[in-house]
DNA sequence: TAGCAATTTCAGAAATTTCTGAAAAGTCGA
DNA sequence: TCGACTTTTCAGAAATTTCTGAAATTGCTA
């Protein structure tokens, strides 16, 4: 690996968390390396620095392309292709966001709803999908939150952050000026 | 594995996900049954629903104990252990959130004040460090966040998710009525 | 302390995921 | 169409993770 010292603690660090992000090691490194890079890096350039195949950097990179992660770009004169990272770190938010609502939740969401079309049989069952109604409700309202978060601006999502230890006075305050829909409690919001 | 149809489409579909979400198959069959069970179950019957081994069970149930996640009871004049989910589901978001600020956000939060700390000897990381400045502050914006998330009551989790669409209406709501600290847009809200 | 029931530990087996090298496929200019 | 350069594919190798069975440990009762 050819990266000064503290880029490659970082480069190594991030290669571990990628695989609690779901992605894995190398795809995690070669974020980190065309996140600190000056300039966007060809598949060579990448190699080099990180020590792993060329092969493996082309699946990395395709999979950080799928996620959009990474950016394709094109050097004037050079065929090769560049990568860089999106310049603006808010949009690797709105990203992530998408991508574990897609993967995470939606799912789970469609299989729960199958399930819950489905003739229970026995007690067993009924019990069950009582249990599964619940989940499906939870399910579906952090498919609507985390879409609808996908949706705000740079400017929107960083207010809502940074909100912090406020969110309860806000929500406070949205009780006292708006009226809610439905029942919350207890049972999650009811379907249909 | 012994279990009802319905019941056992869920349970693979819940051992499938755990590798997404960070936990291996059985441990996210395991909860998936102890979920839908009417009552709390002892390893052995674990066992017998899923087919796994003994000991696989007994690693699982573990590590659930550590997420939190299921709860050891005890059945009188039964010396075996018996487990069950938290009846309220709401706990869970929780306990989630808590888990992932743990696991996906505090350590990467850890190894970037420590980088930053650092004397960048080269242009190249003096460029790094800039970028692992952003990262950071993105990182304890969101650490800040789900340790907010976390302290709500159920009612508020609840009221924050149920917003949807409403999000960006309350945001603006906030704006009108609350002056905001620092600044917001660009390079993400400045360190100490 | 012995004897039994239950749980945990852990080394190695099995399964899965990741990575590589070699070959194939794509792209461009002449 | 050829030839040089680049990227992609993919079968098998390597590494990692998960799972198991056997043994050790814990805890209880007598």
Do not use: C
Request: net charge neutral; hydrophobic share 40%; charged share 30%.
């Amino acid at each position: 690996m050819q990266l000064p010292p503290l880029v490659q603690t970082f480069v190594l660090h991030f290669g571990e968390m990628g695989s609690r992000w779901g992605i894995n090691r190398t795809v995690g490194q070669i974020y980190a390396v065309l996140f600190v890079a000056e300039r966007p890096l060809n598949a060579d350039e990448i190699v080099e620095r990180l020590g792993v195949s060329r092969s493996n950097v082309s699946m990395g990179l395709k999979e950080l392309q799928a996620w959009n992660l990474v950016r394709l770009q094109h050097v004037p004169g050079d065929r090769r292709d560049y990568f860089a990272t999106p310049e603006d770190i808010w949009q690797i938010v709105r990203t992530l966001v998408e991508e574990r609502k897609k993967r995470e939740i939606d799912p789970t969401l469609t299989l729960l709803r199958e399930l819950l079309m489905q003739e229970a049989a026995t007690e067993a069952e009924q019990h069950a999908q009582v249990r599964l109604g619940e989940m499906h409700d939870l399910f579906e309202l952090f498919a609507g939150w985390y879409a609808d978060v996908r949706r705000l601006d740079t400017d929107r999502l960083v207010q809502l952050l940074t909100l912090g230890s406020k969110v309860q006075k806000v929500l406070d305050m949205k009780d006292r000026l708006t009226s809610l829909p439905g029942r919350l409690g207890g049972r999650t919001a009811k379907r249909g």
